[in-house]
């Protein structure tokens, strides 16, 4: 194992930027506290307003607010985002938007609201590339099964297997009968068109489901011991998983399995009852993800410092109430985690203070840095703070170095 000295957080942004071109904005003193930057935002004239604006969750959890958000990168529209705190939603909110629900849209100015409806006037308003078929039958037949993705039941059904947890296990054999029965119907419509999306070509059907079946299989392995992805019964749905997979405005918009995982629990109080499911490997390898993460991290470290002095625990190492040494010790696990995104080629871990096993370890500067990155590795949530594929590289990089350093 090499030790290099760790880079200051200068030179570390700079390199992350130069093998990475995702970016954020940031938004001082607000929450969240930085927004990604619309891929398709450079085509607009300076000084335009951008033709749509978007009101979605502040912790982009929201399902549906995904929906608009992918056909809005798939579209390729300039967009604007206006964050709304679900669990304090501003009364100019509730008073403009009748259902008070996210997401909502303005398009030109007009409200739009459910996200059917704002995908379908997305469609209507910005016709290319299309995301509805052209060929007449084919485009009623889609149209249909956006409709039927919201009146099937799929959802229902999947969610109450997923979150109800009957003691009685032939109660529970019923809705996981009741779940599969209805991911047969999928599968039959699946079959209906040639490729793999619900009709021929990429479509508003496919945005319908996406951010749910991807929900589920990253949380029934884990809570229901129940796998989706793999499961041989289901070959139509996993060669759909695989087609998604190849699109990258999906990678914009999704979030990653740990996040989906902490969130059922975090927001509905599901107990987990499997171990996580292990992190892409392909993905925590991958350098323009692993830039991604160091970026995000260096360029908004003042924020992230701030928030694991406040929540993570380590305030009770200070000595008599001073945190110099604390807040020394968190910045430099950040910039050695920063380092070992960027520089480390899986192999060698960035050296300095706790650098190796055999050096010479302070045991607090040691516990302020696992403390520190043990709370990251949950604490992140994608695509909130960064891409999934980011955020898996990000969680791996912890692991790795909490592993091997201490
Ligand atoms: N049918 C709506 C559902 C939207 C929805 O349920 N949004 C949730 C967030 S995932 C919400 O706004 N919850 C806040 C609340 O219930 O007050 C749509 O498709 O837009």
């Known amino acids: 194992m090499s030790i290099h000295t760790i880079s200051s957080w200068e030179e570390l942004l700079e390199t992350a930027r130069k093998n990475t071109p995702a970016r954020r904005v940031k938004r001082p003193g607000q929450s969240p506290s930085t927004a990604p930057v619309p891929s398709s935002l450079h085509k607009l004239p300076p000084n335009t307003e951008p033709p749509v604006l978007l009101y979605r969750d502040t912790n982009s959890w929201c399902p549906f607010c995904e929906r608009v958000w992918f056909a809005l990168e798939e579209k390729e529209i300039p967009f604007a985002t206006e964050f709304i705190d679900l669990s304090n939603k501003p009364k100019w909110y509730t008073d403009l938007v009748p259902t008070t629900l996210v997401p909502a849209a303005k398009i030109e100015g007009k409200l739009i609201y459910e996200s059917k409806d704002i995908l379908l006037a997305l ?12 060929n007449p039958e084919e485009n009623a037949a889609a149209r249909q099964l956006v409709e039927e993705a919201e009146t099937n039941g799929f959802r229902d059904i999947a969610y109450k297997f997923l979150r109800e947890a009957p003691s009685d296990a032939d109660e529970l054999a019923k809705l996981q009968t009741a779940f599969e029965t209805k991911l047969d119907e999928l599968e039959q419509t699946l079959a209906k068109y040639p490729g793999p999306f619900f009709v021929s070509t990429f479509s508003l059907v496919d945005i319908m489901y996406s ?4 929900r589920l299989a990253a949380n029934l392995p884990v809570y229901r011991g129940y796998h989706l992805k793999g499961n041989p019964r289901f070959p139509r749905i996993n060669a759909w998983f695989a087609a998604l997979n190849q699109r990258p405005a999906y990678h914009r918009v999704k979030s990653d399995n740990i996040t989906n ?3 059922l629990r975090r927001r509905w109080g599901v107990e987990p009852i499997g171990n996580p499911l292990p992190l892409d490997a392909a993905d925590s390898e991958k350098i323009e993800y692993r830039a991604e993460a160091a970026e995000r991290l260096s360029d908004n470290r003042e924020v992230a410092i701030a928030d694991i002095i406040k929540n ?16 020394e010790a968190v910045d430099f696990h950040l910039r050695q985690l920063a380092d070992y995104l ?9 050296g300095g203070r706790t650098g190796g096993k055999n050096s010479n370890i302070d045991p607090v500067f040691a516990a ?3 403390i520190t990155l043990a709370y990251l590795r949950n604490r992140i949530c ?3 703070d960064m891409s999934a594929g980011a955020a898996t590289a990000f969680r791996a990089a912890i692991d790795k170095l909490l592993t091997s350093v201490y």
Do not use: Y
Request: glycine fraction near 8%.
């Open 382 to 384: 994608a695509p909130r």
């Open 261 to 263: 995982n902490l969130l």
């Open 123 to 134: 469609e209507a308003r910005f016709p290319t590339p299309a995301l509805l078929p052209e």
């Open 368 to 370: 302020v840095g696992a």
């Open 312 to 327: 993570s625990g380590v305030q009770a190492l200070a000595a008599d109430g001073d945190f110099t040494t604390v807040k």
């Open 342 to 350: 960027i520089h480390s080629n899986g192999q060698n871990l960035p």
């Open 211 to 214: 951010p749910h079946l991807d």
